[in-house]
């Protein structure tokens, strides 16, 4: 897999600054949730056929590192 940065990007004006994989409208949200939901690679890849494997675990990867660097307050 390509570094998650070459795939996921952040453009201010689309679905509202949320990452989304090479400028297309998918977020990386919306494919975790499919990925939460049950769906597999291959039923995601065969509803969404713009997409490929690089780009869901780019996403994983990328939420990976995002949790890593979460930091955790103590309230």
Same mark, same amino acid.
């Given at each position: 897999?390509?570094? +998650? ?8 004006? &689309?679905?509202?600054? &949320? ?5 297309? !409208?998918?977020? /990386?949200?919306? /494919? ?7 769906? =597999? +690679? ?8 713009? %997409? =490929? ?6 996403? %994983?990867?990328?939420?990976?590192? !995002?949790?890593? &660097?979460? !930091? /955790? /307050?103590?309230?």
């Amino acid at each position: 897999m390509n570094r +998650y940065q070459d795939i996921i990007t952040i453009e201010p004006g &689309k679905r509202g600054g &949320k990452p989304c994989i090479r400028g297309m !409208r998918i977020t /990386v949200g919306d /494919v975790l949730g499919w990925l939460s939901a049950g769906m =597999t +690679y291959e039923e995601i890849l065969a509803d969404f056929p713009e %997409l =490929t494997i690089d780009d869901i675990l780019a996403c %994983l990867a990328f939420a990976a590192d !995002r949790h890593n &660097k979460a !930091r /955790v /307050v103590a309230g």
